[in-house]
C-alpha cells in the first residue's frame, strides 16, 4: 500500500496563450505537511485549482489515494476526501455554524419516505461539536450567524468544517492573510492538532515564518514552474526567498515539463 496521498504528473494549464502552470511534478505523503510558496503570479493558486477540480487541466495526471482522478468540479473532490479552504472562505453569511459545515451535503432523517425528507438538526449540530474539539476551534454560540462573527472566528469555521468530514487531505489557500496576531495564532494551532492527528496537508502561504512553524517541506513556484523542493531543516529564509525571485535557479527542475 503506496503511502503517497497525492502525486501529480506534468500537471500543466493554458489560458490561451498564457502558460500559468507548466509541467508540475507534486508528491505529498500521508501525514505530511507541505507549503507552497511563491511571488503573486507564480501558478500558486492555479495548481490548487487543479488539483480540487475548480478549473480542468491542459494536460497531466493526477493520482490521489493511489488512484488516477479527473474531478469534474470542487464537489467530485470533496467526495474523494479533499477539502479545501480557500480565500473567500465560501461561508453563507446569514446561517449559523453547522447550516454552513453542512451546506450542500445536509443531514437528513425519516429518509424512508420516499422524496418527502427532513433535516436533522440534531445530528448536524452534534457532529459540529465534534469537529469543533478535534480542531480545538472554539465558537461560543454555534447557533450564532456568521455575518456576527469576526474575520479569525469565521476563517476557524471554515477550517472545522474540513474536519467534520473524513477528509483524507486538507489544503489551506492563504488562510490567515486577513488575520490579525492572535487570530493568526488560533489557526496556526489548528494547523499543528492536524500534524498531530496525523492528517496530511497543503498550505499556501507568503508568511516565512508560519511555513517554517509549521510544514515539513517547502515547494517554490516561479513563473508557474515548480523551482525548488526543499526539506525544512535543510534550507532557510534567505534560501527560500532566493528561489522566488530567481537569484536562484532550481537547474535541477529546468526542462522536466
Not at 478549473?55 to 476526501?81: L, N, Y
Not at 446569514?94 to 418527502?116: H, Q, S
Not at 478535534?134 to 450564532?144: A, D, E, Q
Not at 472545522?160 to 496576531?181: Q, Y
Request: charged letters at 25%; glycine letters at 10%.
Amino acid at each position: 500500500m503506496t503511502d503517497t496521498i497525492l502525486e501529480t504528473k506534468d500537471l500543466t494549464k493554458y489560458y490561451g496563450g498564457v502558460h500559468a502552470l507548466e509541467g508540475a511534478n507534486f508528491t505529498l505523503k500521508k501525514g505530511e505537511h507541505v507549503a507552497i510558496m511563491g511571488d503573486n503570479g507564480a501558478g500558486k493558486s492555479t495548481f490548487v485549482r487543479q488539483i480540487t477540480g475548480v478549473e480542468q487541466r491542459t494536460r497531466g495526471e493526477i493520482i490521489f489515494d493511489g488512484q488516477p482522478v479527473s474531478f469534474a468540479g470542487p464537489i467530485d473532490a470533496r467526495k474523494a476526501g479533499i477539502e479545501t479552504v480557500f480565500q473567500t472562505l465560501a461561508l453563507a453569511d446569514a446561517l449559523d455554524v453547522p447550516d454552513n459545515l453542512f451546506l450542500g451535503r445536509e443531514m437528513t432523517k425519516l429518509n424512508w419516505l420516499g422524496p418527502f425528507r427532513f433535516l436533522d438538526y440534531k445530528a448536524m449540530r452534534q457532529a459540529t461539536m465534534d469537529g469543533l474539539e478535534k480542531t480545538g476551534v472554539k465558537i461560543p454560540n454555534i447557533r450564532n450567524s456568521i455575518q456576527n462573527m469576526s474575520g479569525g472566528q469565521r476563517q476557524c469555521v471554515a477550517i472545522a468544517r474540513t474536519a467534520t468530514f473524513a477528509s483524507k487531505l486538507t489544503i489551506m489557500d492563504e488562510p490567515t492573510a486577513a488575520l490579525g496576531v492572535q487570530e493568526t495564532a488560533q489557526v496556526e494551532n489548528i494547523i499543528r492538532t492536524l500534524k498531530e492527528q496525523g492528517e496530511p496537508l497543503i498550505l499556501v502561504s507568503h508568511n516565512m515564518r508560519q511555513v517554517f512553524d509549521l510544514v515539513d517541506r517547502i515547494i517554490v513556484f516561479r513563473r508557474g514552474r515548480i523551482v525548488a523542493n526543499l526539506n525544512k531543516e535543510d534550507t532557510d529564509g534567505q534560501d527560500v526567498v532566493a528561489y522566488i525571485t530567481g537569484a536562484k535557479t532550481g537547474a535541477e527542475f529546468e526542462g522536466a515539463a
